[in-house]
């Protein structure tokens, strides 16, 4: 990237930027597998913003205290009735009904059996402990059960991992001013921790950022088939932890959805997007239940499971590899063939919203990986976090373009709230129509979104010829 990029992150992002170095990360969070949003917040904490320097003795001090990599060692530091306090990824279950408020850490071999959250710890953070999978700081102690012949694990006291409780969109929108567009989206890709400069044109840049539009668009379905190798699973499973990255084994739809016996909400409900990587491996029990399913929740963002209604604003992705042909493009031009069965009903599909082509993307590889100065992962996936409830684009969309009277309704929905995701992620500081540089806002938002919606309505095409592959006309006002 531009050192003068690098000058404008430090100047306008001053307390959220941050001095990447590779090398030296990997070194001081060697054997321990923690996502970048939880790095960046450590390197923060212990960086001189002057001179980009990390004291790595202080921050080697606090990791050994937090995050021990012995998971016997905090087993047996409990046991000996020590209080621990730990930053850790950590999985609840709460079941109201039985009064049952249970918490599992597999990284340091406590079971969800082991792990009791108390009431007062519950109330505190009324809210805060819901069902599903959290960061945190947590207390924690060995305390006998009622019956006073076992043992449990009590979580005393909580502290989500928030380093930035609130963000300020408004300040992202004044800080965008300074930069160009192809500035911006530099900054963008070294946010995502890579290298601008290993994309080999803006075709590459634009096809890799598509990835974060569900981001910061609530309720944007996608579909992405690529190669391995160009960072599909790191990009959702390390930038923010507002997602949920499903990789491969059985899916019910209990586990997305509810769950009917234990009266528990599933992965979809508390999340900002939930991605099937490798769908290829992923085996969908009950099928057919799951597909029912899947269709009224990808139209309307509810769906009814045994009576009870469940609604989410939660964006779904499906990942898999296509095979390629010597010159890098798709063996057959029938796209959704590399989906599982179970997905290759046209009457599901054009429920998606956005189609990425991966086979577009360099192949990462290390030189690709950023190095220098950018703004640091939290940051960024707070602001992303915060933009899904943001309704500025979306009104302003509405008074950019207009759709012919006959539009259909899917498309409409989908070229919407694409374009809307690119006017969050690409132009922040768009707020009012004299903001908006009209080109821009085609080249950029519009054709984009007109572009990857057709070609689902095209693969859904090739699947059942009754559907149509034209495209709604829209005018910019």
Known sequence: MKPEIEEKVRQYFSAMSIYKDPEKTNSIFAGRNLPAFVKDYLMKRYLNVQTGDIDTLSLTQFLDQVIPTNSGSVKDRIVSGEEVVLLCRFIIYIDLVKGVKQFAIPDYGIKLR???IPEFT???HQGELVDGEKWGIVKLCLLPDDNGRSYHVQMVDYKPFRPYSSVDVNYLA?????????EWMDLLLSAMEYDPDGFANLTQKMEFLTRLL?????RLNVIELAPKGTGKSYVFGNLSKYGWLVSGGKVTRAKLFYDKTKQQNGIIKNHDFTVFDEIQTIVFQEPAEIQAALKSYLESGKTTIDNNEFTSECGLMLMGNIPLTANHLPVSTFYFGSLPE???ESALLDRFHCFIEGWLLPRID???IFKGWTINVEYFSEILHSMRTNNTYGLLFDQLAKFEEKADVRDKKAIKRIATGYMKLLFPHWRNVDDVNKEEFEMYCLNPAIHRRGIVKEQ???IDPEFKTKMPRIDIN
Not at 174 to 182: I, N, S
């Open 342 to 344: 179970n997905f290759r």
């Open 174 to 182: 004044e800080a965008r001013r300074h930069f160009t567009t192809q």
């Open 114 to 116: 082991e792990g009791i």
């Open 460 to 462: 859904c095409h090739n």
């Open 122 to 124: 519950y109330t505190k």
């Open 214 to 218: 569900i981001f910061a668009e609530p």
């Open 366 to 368: 290390t030189s690709m």
